[in-house]
């Protein structure tokens, strides 16, 4: 067998559904954890169910009094009986709705942190290639629909299959044979009922995907508003989430107008097996040897039959759509997490890193991104990437703390391949600061002391705020090191997002450095002072620095010329300089271009 037969079969097995049934019994794995709250609630569903032939029996009994005269007799017992129906029905019916929502509220919570668990073990390739909308959807709006098939789907199978069970059982009691008839009505209600949850499953299907557009749409405006007013791009976004609405509008209205269907075709097939069943019960051959009381008992029996049967085809629309979200739940839960498959434990890495005919090609892409790159940096030394935008530099940084796994070659720091390091302690040598400054939604010593850094004494934390040459903006602020950042860090200039970022870097005290662009965000004056602290924080450690200004890596140890994935150039400034090559044209570019 080919390698394209083999990997067509592959596909073609992943494309294989997973029943519906299978689906929801893996949803109702998560039960397990509050199974105490599940048989308080089928308790009181019990109890529910049991108080509905209650009332039909007791009606024959009021019925029989009544024909017989002995109204006298059960003058506070009839009463009395009514209340207690109620009261015990009051009861059932709070035990089973408030301890059912306990369970699909555990159930939720179990879903969503495991989600978020997989989510942050998930490799960088994922964050590539979904819109961040479409992922919120799935841990908001997808969970959201589970508990609709844990809560009402649950609570009405249960009381209402036991109120169904519980008034059969009562009319087979009473007439057998009539009871049977009316059975003859189920077979046709069950085609029904199986046409519509394949109907209702695929329309949930497509209502999360609208869900996801929506999401996708509004995330992207949001994050990018002042690009939206700036550009004009009000009417092209209003345009946009109109659209993402509308298909989203579009569904659901055939799910409801296939849920307004079902419900009354159920409805008619009830009603019809009420005609026949009241027609064969008033035969004088069938309902001879029975009372009034039995009579009206049974009648009202089958007749209270018709709310459940119709709450519980009702309740399909809701089943289907939490199956459906428990499908896009699981296939995201089942995920392959980041393969870590090194063994070796390092504490402190001395920082000695080479690259061996290394190449790689991003996830999808058809062109390689790095083509058999060769360099090696010594411990301790600075290495610079310059060239075009797009050429491979980042990429090159990106690989050593192995957000992506290479294609060819070797990347060894201090003489072992990354691969054969531990991730976490991989990691743990490295301190980054990308181009993009990355803080999160809490104070500015929550960013600078983040992660592994948290339990770090405040005078630490300032140090290296001292050291970035934040400590004299943080200090004007009302609220100092606990004043909020807002998400993303909007409540700071860019200049000072990317003076916490480097104080982050120089707390964190690593053996390696990447430095990506880590000046670009700051104003002249700051940048030369941040390039001091720079400096000093360099001294004694490997440092990968990627730069378009290139009089920011003079001082470099090397110096790599990147271009299309491939180094064309290495070496000090001095000596790129004297080979007049591609550093020698960038460096009189940039140079030729500053004002005078």
Do not use: C
Request: proline content about 3%; glycine content about 8%.
């Amino acid at each position: 067998m080919s390698d394209k037969e083999r990997s067509e079969m592959e596909v073609d097995t992943k494309k294989i559904p997973v029943s519906g049934m299978k689906t929801y019994l893996r949803l109702l794995s998560y039960v397990r954890s509050s199974w105490g709250y599940l048989i308080l609630s089928v308790f009181g569903y019990v109890l529910y169910a049991a108080m509905e032939p209650a009332l039909a029996a007791l009606l024959k009994h009021m019925v029989d009094v009544v024909s017989e005269g002995k109204i006298t007799e059960s003058r506070l017992l009839i009463p009395g009986a009514i209340l207690g129906i109620f009261i015990v029905r009051g009861i059932g019916t709070f035990l089973g709705g408030y301890f059912m929502a306990q369970v699909a509220n555990s159930v939720v919570f179990d879903l969503r942190t495991n989600m978020f668990n997989k989510l942050v073990l998930l490799p960088s390739s994922y964050y590539h290639s979904i819109p961040t909308g479409r992922l919120l959807a799935k841990l908001t709006y997808d969970t959201e629909q589970v508990i609709g098939s844990i809560t009402q789907a649950i609570r009405v199978v249960l009381r209402e299959g036991l109120t169904v069970v519980g008034l059969f059982g009562y009319m087979i009691y009473m007439n057998w044979r009539l009871t049977l008839l009316f059975l003859l009505v189920v077979p046709l209600i069950g085609l029904v009922v199986s046409y519509a949850s394949k109907r209702f499953r695929k329309l949930s299907t497509r209502i999360q995907n609208a869900m996801g557009g929506v999401t996708d749409v509004a995330s992207e405006a949001i994050k990018g508003h002042e690009v939206v007013k700036i550009f004009g791009g009000s009417e092209y976004e209003i345009e946009r989430f109109r659209q993402a609405a509308s298909e989203n509008k579009r569904s659901q209205l055939k799910m409801e107008k296939t849920k307004s269907l079902n419900v009354p075709i159920v409805q008619f097939i009830l009603a019809s097996a009420m005609a026949i069943l009241i027609w064969f019960a008033l035969s004088p051959s069938i309902s001879s040897n029975m009372t009034p009381g039995d009579f009206i008992a049974f009648i009202t029996a089958a007749g209270m039959l018709g709310k459940p049967i119709r709450q519980l085809t009702d309740v399909n629309s809701v089943l289907q759509k939490g199956i459906a979200a428990s499908h896009s739940i699981f296939e995201f839960l089942d995920m392959e997490e980041e393969v870590d498959k090194g063994a070796v434990s390092v504490d402190r890495l001395k920082g000695e890193i080479e690259w061996r005919a290394m190449s790689f090609k991003y996830p999808g892409a058809d062109k390689s991104a790095l083509n058999s790159v060769n360099l090696s940096l010594p411990a301790g030394k600075t290495l610079a990437l310059v060239g075009r935008s797009g050429s491979g530099k980042s990429t090159m940084a990106n690989l050593i703390p192995r957000f992506y796994d290479f294609d060819e070659g070797e990347i060894n720091i201090d003489g072992v391949s990354i691969n054969d390091y531990k991730l976490t302690d991989l990691r743990s040598n490295i301190a980054l600061v990308n181009q993009q400054v990355v803080l999160f939604n809490g104070t500015i010593r929550d960013n600078i002391a983040y992660g592994y850094l948290r339990e770090t004494d405040d005078a630490e934390v300032v140090e290296a705020a001292k050291a970035a040459n934040a400590w004299d903006f943080i200090q004007e602020l009302d609220q100092g090191l606990d004043t909020m950042v807002g998400e993303n860090g909007v409540l700071l200039s860019g200049g000072q997002r990317q003076r916490i970022a480097i104080a982050r870097a120089i707390l964190k005290n690593a053996p390696i450095l990447i430095l990506d662009e880590a000046t670009s965000a700051l104003d002249t004056e700051s940048e030369r002072a941040i390039q001091l602290a720079l400096d000093s924080l360099m001294e004694n450690r490997t440092t990968i620095a990627i730069a378009h200004r290139l009089s920011t890596i003079e001082n470099a140890d090397i110096i790599a010329v990147v271009d299309h994935g491939e180094i064309i150039e290495q070496g000090s400034h001095s000596e790129l300089l004297a080979m007049n090559g591609a550093y020698a044209q960038l460096h009189n570019q940039q140079f030729s271009e500053m004002p005078v």
